[in-house]
């Protein structure tokens, strides 16, 4: 089944008010997963979601290996992503814990997330290791901008 950005954003927005009037704004410290994670997104702010969410939308509709995802994946921040993966990574744990058999969209979130990391590692080897053929050398870290 496919899925559209905006149909992601929707089921999310909807869940997330669902558990804030449920809950109130504050997260549960474990006592609700779902509302943790919630928390855990909505904190994420408004550019790092729309990544998230173009991540996990190639990733659910074209596979990890697909050019299309590792397309998306580019398109993202690298920082914006990882920083995702670690804020998301405990609260969709628990998600993935809690989820009945057989339904895990939290493994879906957590997989996406953790598949586009390892596209741009594997981009930052590869330019590491042309870099040594040629002779020059690779500094991984992000330059600066005056």
């Not at 669902?18 to 006592?31: H, I, V, Y």
């Not at 050019?67 to 405990?90: C, K, M, P, W």
């Not at 594997?122 to 991984?140: L, N, P, Q, T």
């Amino acid at each position: 089944m496919k899925i559209k950005k905006s149909q992601l954003r929707r089921i999310i927005k909807e869940e997330k008010q669902k558990l804030l009037n449920e809950f109130g704004p504050a997260g549960t410290d474990g006592a609700s997963p779902l509302l943790d994670f919630a928390h855990a997104y909505a904190n994420l702010g408004g550019q790092v979601q729309e990544q998230v969410e173009q991540v996990v939308i190639a990733h659910i509709n074209h596979g990890a290996e697909s050019d299309e995802f590792q397309d998306a994946v580019y398109r993202q921040s690298s920082g914006g992503i990882r920083h995702a993966l670690r804020t998301l990574q405990n609260p969709l744990s628990a998600l993935k814990d809690n989820s009945p058999q057989g339904s895990d969209p939290a493994y879906d979130v957590r997989e996406a997330l953790s598949d586009a990391v390892s596209v741009y590692d594997e981009g930052d080897d590869e330019v590491r290791r042309d870099a040594e053929a040629a002779g020059d050398h690779y500094d991984s870290r992000p330059t600066r901008m005056s």
